[in-house]
């Protein structure tokens, strides 16, 4: 039986999907939750980390990560120029809480540099992570970032990152590099029915 196991670092979340001890890792959190993420990951024999998209609050662990438990990084090629600059995808916010969180975020990504991971998987639309024991697929999820990406798990559990967020409750994700393409992703994720979403930030919700 596959579990997903929430670990709130702060105001992100990451997650550990896992069959018994065999597991990959949804996002990796900022570098101030490092050790809480490191001591759930012990727990498991992590085969692979997924990176939703590279904002540092989602992987800024993912290199060191993926050296302690010699596991690949994956995520969609057409997001790795974030790695260089973020400025390169520029963010936009919608409403109240989009404004405030933009403005948190704008100056925390101005200042932090994520470490480029060396054992890199490209994934896309389809791509099967059986290989790394997982019944999941990966989903794309554009819009937040171009290259968003989410995980589809048994048809059952859906890891959005920030495509979706549930700051006060569950609404199209309000930091966006695209409106008309996380509008159509968020009907993407409509469209597949009855799944318990797990959100980037806020609580997971089931619909």
């Given at each position: 039986m596959i579990t997903v196991k929430r670990i709130k670092g702060g105001t992100d979340n990451c997650y550990i999907v896992a069959e018994g001890k065999t597991a990959i890792l949804v996002?990796?959190?900022?570098?101030?939750?490092?050790?809480?993420?490191?001591?759930?990951?012990?727990?498991y024999q992590i085969k692979l980390?997924?990176?939703?998209?590279?904002?540092?609050?989602?992987?800024?662990?993912?290199?060191?990560?993926?050296?302690?438990?010699?596991?690949p990084v994956a995520f969609s090629k057409v997001d790795e120029e974030l790695f260089d600059d973020?400025?390169?995808?520029?963010?936009?916010?919608?409403g109240l809480?989009?404004?405030?969180?933009?403005?948190?975020?704008?100056?925390?990504?101005?200042n932090t540099k994520v470490e480029r991971p060396q054992n890199i998987v490209y994934v896309k639309e389809g791509d099967s992570l059986a290989e790394y024991g997982i019944n999941a697929k990966i989903i794309e999820l554009p819009g937040h970032t171009k290259g968003s990406i989410g995980v589809d798990v048994e048809e059952s559990h859906l890891?959005?990152?920030?495509?979706l967020d549930n700051w006060i409750k569950p609404?199209?994700?309000?930091?966006?590099?695209?409106?008309?393409?996380?509008?159509?992703?968020?009907?993407?994720?409509?469209?597949?029915?009855?799944?318990?979403?797990?959100?980037?930030?806020g609580n997971p919700v089931t619909r």
């Open positions: 996002d990796t959190s900022s570098k101030a939750a490092r050790d809480m993420v490191i001591e759930e990951c012990d727990k980390i997924v990176l939703t998209h590279p904002h540092f609050d989602h992987a800024e662990n993912a290199a060191e990560l993926s050296r302690r438990y010699s596991c973020y400025t390169k995808q520029p963010l936009k916010s919608y809480v989009g404004k405030v969180v933009l403005g948190l975020s704008l100056s925390a990504l101005k890891l959005v990152g920030d495509a609404a199209i994700g309000h930091l966006y590099c695209d409106i008309d393409a996380i509008k159509k992703t968020q009907k993407k994720i409509k469209a597949l029915g009855k799944r318990t979403i797990y959100f980037g930030h």
